[in-house]
Structures are given as structure tokens and as C-alpha cells.
């Protein structure tokens, strides 16, 4: 009874401050995704004019041709290779941030990982165009060092989608893997080491479970964005660069049909949803 | 219970909208944005003439168009419309008829662009034709040694991976046409248009959507031919100084006709027909052209009072030309849907 008591006193308390978060979330985030979950049952927008009527053809439509899924499976894959090499590219810098580098040198460091966030996404991806084309800096760089001619044009290919993906999102790995690295306690580390385990064993045994939260974490702010993304792709990837995403945005930007972009979007939405659930155990048991 | 009530709503909305917004002496005017009729100088010199004050709306794309003029009747005063849309837009009684004996320019309008069987429906003008212009195919100079003549160039082995195509499928499809002999506004043969795409593919660099993308990918000597809009060839040429000229094919080329209509309903149809009038004069045209870059005037007297060499006077005034486009004419949204889901098949398989 007291117990209660006190609970419900903690939430009366708690409310005012919750209430701007919760209030800008639902005018925010639930009514217009409310609007689209509507939408994507309608024959046409009711703000077209037209007569419109519910129907579930925009989600039969995503079965009906062979296209989509094998687009929903190439964004898959997408995410999977961008999350990969994010795994690859962050974990060390983020242990080498959080258990190497102290002091003036360690936030020397930091500052050149969260940079990229402070630049406008597109401006981002612009500069990699001019990188990866023939011609571009990366050709003519390699091309005045080394002593053979070599023609290096990834612009508009699927490694350009990659290289700009894996740009944009790395740092999001090396923050969440840094949090959980740095808590944990060296004399964790040092009696692992004192027991006789090498250094591998240490790694293996001690450090990666104990920072296997910040690894999830990582994955899957990043494997959720690149699943849906259609900028990168469509900038970098020329005639491979058609997505799953850029499809959708073709359905709103295109052609104004936004029934089936909306459709086509909560499909992916119970695809990622469905792939986080049946992870989630695995990762669970794994951390 | 909730959908009548959300209809009504969005309609209250937009009546309120309306009523608020249009009141007279003011021009509203719905165009592509940076399309000659949002240029500052255009409006400031209407509006010391005529006294009416313009306020500008753009959209993205045709489909926007028409929901903008059906969910905000009495809003627009003046809209541009693809002639290939005048007939749906009339059809729902989105547009009214126009007066033309209060333009003066309108006795100038060429007579073939005039009488349109897209733009006049029993007797009756719901659209002023106001430029036109091709989708035909540009090279960069820097590859060639003289301009090609056949469509056949953009298939030639010799430019693998250094050709473009715009992402649309209405173009991309109608190209596919051309390419195979066949009328644009009647393919027969659609798998025809559809092999010669798929073989096209493998060619391509990557799809433009922007003047931007092409710009760029020639002052970078990335490509060497593509789709091209003519006015954008031109500007390109000379307002950028890059090294291109527009190819208009042998087989043919995909022209498109831009109108001015006025919505049912339209608050100051007076101003409306002044800013027509406007858009339609020969000193409106000329400072277009040479300060920004334009399509051709369907005003000949427009065109007349270019230079002589001029890109729009000269090549798109040729006779020769004349008789190789083809005008796009009205697609239903049938055909829009299977064109698309076409040009969404060969963008997957070239994966």
C-alpha cells in the first residue's frame, strides 16, 4: 500500500515533466505516422479530390510483382555490409578511444570522430563524388604516387554506396562502443591477464561481452536508417543505385502516389521489426 | 465516422484558405519553380504595368499540380499545364475557357500551336500555348569529333558506362519509341521499346533527375552523350560555357507543349488574362532568354525578335526539324502506371 502510494505521488510529480516530451512526440511522430498507417488503405489521397475508398491492394501490390521483394533484399543486404564494416571500422577506434589514449590526445581524437556530424548530410556525400570519380582526388592522388597508371572511378557503383553509407554512420558505433568500453574496469582486464589469459582470451572472455550492449546498440541505429536510406544510394550509386528506399521515394516525390509509399514504407517497418525481435534474444544471450 | 469528418475538415481548410488568400488585384500563379514566371524582374515589371500584385506557388510534378487546383478551388488565378494535362484538367472542370480576343499577343501565337486539338476543345481556348521545346539527346564536344546524327550513338559500344538517361519512366519509355520507329502517343510494340531499353542499359553511367546532374557530369568529362532537354542544352552551352550542343536525331525527338490556363473559379480572371498576355509578349521572351536561358516562344513574333543565330531561332526554327519531333500527347494513368512499373523492372535487373 505505502509502496503504491509513493509510486503514484512519483508519477503526479513526474508529470509535468514529461508532458512537453510526450506531448511533442504524439503531434510529432504519432499522428502524422497515424495519417500514413490511414493512407496506406486508401485507393487514392483524400486530399486529391478524387473519390477514394479502402482497400488493402497497395499492400497486395508489394507481392504481386517480384521487384519489390528483391529490392527489399538487396536493402537488406545493404544494411548488413554497412553495419559490418561499421563493426569493423569503429570497435577499434572506439577500444583505442576508451582504454588507450588519455587526456588531451583522447579528446583530440573524439573531436575528429564527431565531426562529420556536424556537416549537412548531402554536403557530405557531394564531396565523395568528388573523391570517387575519374579524375577525381582519390585517381589523381594515387596516380601521382604510384609509379603505374591505374584508373580508380568507383563513382556510381554499389562500393561508392558503401563507402558513403559507412561514412555517414561509423560514428554511431564508435559512441555507442565507447560508452559501454570505458565503463568497463581495467582490474577487470588486469586479472584476466594475471589468470594467465592472453591477450585474445582477455578480448574474447572480458571485453567484447561486456561491451556486446554498445555493439547491439550501434548495429541497430545503424542497420535501421540504411535499410530505409535513398539519398546515398541514389547520389553515389548511378544504375545500381535503385533501393528499396529510393523506390518509396519515387511512389511521394514522382508519381504522388502515397498510398503505396505508404504501404511500401510499414512493410519495411514490420520487416526491421521482425529481424530486431528475432535478434534480439540471440544478442540478449550473447551480452 | 471519422473519414467524413476529416474530408470535411481538409475542405473547411482549405475554403478558409482561399477565402484569406485571394482577394483582388493579386495574381496567384501556380508554375514550376524557376520557370520564367517567378523570375524578380518579370514580376516587378508586371506589376508596375498592371498594378496587380503576383504571388507565385510552385509544384513538383503534374499529379501535384492537380491536386493543388482541385483542393483549393478559387485559389489560383493562372497555372501552367503540359499541354498532355489540359485535357484531364478540363475534363474535371479544373480549368475554364479563356477569352483569347482580350490578348493581344494571341493573334501571334503560331497557328499550329494555337489550334491544338490538346489546348481547344469545341471551339473553346482552355490553354495558351506559351514555349516549347525537345527532349532529344546532347553530347559532350570534348568526345566527338563531329556531332552524330543516328539515336543508334547512344547503344555505340565506344561509350560504355559514359552515357545518361533522365530517371522518368513517361521519357525513358517514349525514347524507347523513338528508338524502334515507333509513335510516341501509340506504341504497338511494347516489348520492343522494352528489349531495345534493356540493351541501353548496360551503356548507362547513371540516371539524371536535375540540369544540375548533367552540368556537372560534363564539366567533370564524365559522359559523352545522354537525354537532354533543349532549353537546358543551351543554357548549358551558353549561360555555363561547358562543352555541349544538342543532337537532334534523325529517328525523331520527344517535344513537349507548355500552356497557360485559368482555373474555374478564379477570383481576378482580369489579371489573369493580363499576366497570360504577359508571359506570352515578345519583350518578356527575349530578356528570358538572354538573361536566364528559355524553351521556344509559341509566339512567333517572340522568336523573330531573337538574334538570327540563335540557338532557339535557328535549329529549333528549322523546318527539317519540324518534321522529325514528335508532340507528346495525353497518357492515361493506366499507361503512367505501366510505363513505370516497366522502367522500375529494367532499373532492378541491371542491378
Not at chain 1, 179 to 186: E, G, N, P, S
Not at chain 2, 142 to 163: C, L, Q, Y
Amino acid at each position: 500500500m505505502a509502496a503504491q502510494g509513493t509510486s503514484r505521488s512519483g508519477l503526479s510529480s513526474a508529470l509535468p515533466l514529461l508532458a512537453p516530451a510526450y506531448l511533442w512526440l504524439t503531434a510529432a511522430i504519432f499522428l502524422p505516422l497515424s495519417a500514413m498507417v490511414f493512407f496506406s488503405f486508401m485507393t487514392d489521397l483524400p486530399l486529391s479530390g478524387k473519390p477514394w475508398a479502402f482497400t488493402l491492394g497497395n499492400y497486395a501490390a508489394f507481392f504481386s510483382q517480384s521487384l519489390y521483394l528483391t529490392l527489399l533484399l538487396a536493402s537488406l543486404r545493404l544494411g548488413l555490409e554497412v553495419t559490418l564494416w561499421c563493426v569493423i571500422i569503429g570497435y577499434p577506434a572506439a577500444y583505442v578511444l576508451a582504454k588507450v589514449l588519455k587526456g588531451r590526445s583522447r579528446e583530440a581524437i573524439f573531436l575528429l570522430v564527431i565531426l562529420p556530424f556536424w556537416s549537412n548530410g548531402l554536403v557530405r556525400i557531394f564531396s565523395w563524388a568528388m573523391v570517387l570519380r575519374e579524375g577525381g582526388i582519390l585517381d589523381t592522388a594515387l596516380n601521382a604516387v604510384l609509379p603505374f597508371k591505374i584508373n580508380i572511378d568507383l563513382m556510381y557503383s554499389y562500393p561508392a554506396v558503401i563507402i558513403g553509407l559507412v561514412h555517414s554512420y561509423v560514428p554511431y558505433m564508435v559512441l555507442t562502443c565507447y560508452l559501454t568500453l570505458q565503463a568497463i574496469d581495467d582490474s577487470l582486464i588486469e586479472a584476466g591477464r594475471s589468470l594467465g589469459a592472453s591477450r585474445l582470451q582477455v578480448l574474447k572472455r572480458v571485453i567484447i561481452p561486456l561491451s556486446m550492449p554498445g555493439l547491439v546498440a550501434g548495429a541497430a541505429l545503424i542497420f535501421v536508417p540504411v535499410v530505409g536510406s535513398f539519398m546515398e544510394p541514389r547520389i553515389l550509386g548511378g544504375r545500381t543505385g535503385t533501393f528499396y528506399g529510393t523506390i518509396i521515394e519515387d511512389q511521394f516525390v514522382a508519381v504522388f502516389n502515397w498510398p503505396l509509399g505508404a504501404a511500401l514504407s510499414f512493410i519495411l517497418l514490420a520487416v526491421v521489426l521482425v529481424i530486431l525481435a528475432v535478434a534480439s534474444p540471440v544478442l540478449k544471450r550473447a551480452a | 465516422m471519422r473519414m467524413p469528418r476529416l474530408t470535411a475538415f481538409l475542405t473547411a481548410t482549405s475554403v478558409i484558405a482561399s477565402v484569406l488568400a485571394a482577394s483582388a488585384g493579386e495574381v496567384h500563379v501556380l508554375n514550376w519553380k524557376g520557370y520564367g514566371a517567378d523570375e524578380p524582374w518579370a514580376v516587378e515589371a508586371f506589376e508596375k504595368a498592371t498594378g496587380n500584385k503576383v504571388i507565385n506557388d510552385f509544384f513538383n510534378s503534374e499529379q501535384e499540380m492537380l491536386t493543388k487546383i482541385r483542393t483549393n478551388p478559387g485559389l489560383y488565378d493562372v497555372v501552367m499545364i503540359n499541354a498532355a494535362f489540359n485535357d484531364q484538367a478540363m475534363a474535371e472542370k479544373l480549368i475554364q475557357p479563356i477569352d483569347v480576343s482580350k490578348l493581344s499577343n494571341y493573334a501571334n501565337i503560331s497557328p499550329d500551336k494555337a489550334s491544338s486539338p490538346m489546348l481547344d476543345h469545341d471551339g473553346k481556348v482552355y490553354g495558351v500555348p506559351w514555349v516549347w521545346g525537345l527532349t532529344a539527346l546532347a553530347i559532350n564536344e570534348k568526345s566527338f569529333d563531329k556531332p552524330p546524327t543516328s539515336i543508334a550513338e547512344m547503344w555505340n559500344a565506344a561509350h560504355k558506362g559514359r552515357v545518361v538517361i533522365r530517371d522518368d519512366a513517361v521519357e525513358a519509355v517514349q525514347f524507347g519509341a523513338i528508338a524502334t520507329g515507333q509513335n510516341i502517343n501509340d506504341i504497338k510494340d511494347m516489348e520492343a521499346v522494352k528489349a531495345k531499353l534493356t540493351s541501353l542499359m548496360p551503356q548507362i553511367k547513371t540516371f539524371w533527375s536535375s540540369e544540375n546532374d548533367w552540368n556537372q557530369m560534363v564539366a567533370s568529362n564524365q559522359i559523352d552523350i545522354g537525354t537532354y532537354w533543349s532549353g537546358s542544352a543551351d543554357r548549358a552551352k551558353t549561360h555555363f560555357k561547358l562543352p555541349v550542343s544538342l543532337v537532334i536525331p534523325q529517328e525523331g525527338a520527344v517535344a513537349w507543349l507548355d500552356a497557360f490556363s485559368i482555373p474555374a473559379g478564379s477570383k481576378n480572371v482580369e489579371g489573369a488574362e493580363a499576366f497570360i498576355n504577359y508571359m506570352i509578349d515578345p519583350k518578356f521572351y527575349v530578356e528570358w532568354v538572354t538573361k536566364v536561358g528559355a524553351p521556344v516562344s509559341a509566339n512567333t513574333k517572340a522568336v523573330e525578335a531573337l538574334p538570327e543565330d540563335a540557338f532557339n531561332r535557328k535549329v529549333m526554327g528549322d523546318p527539317e526539324v519540324a518534321k522529325r519531333i514528335q508532340f507528346q500527347a495525353p497518357i492515361t494513368d493506366k499507361q503512367r502506371e505501366a510505363y513505370l512499373a516497366l522502367w522500375q523492372q529494367l532499373k532492378v535487373d541491371v542491378k
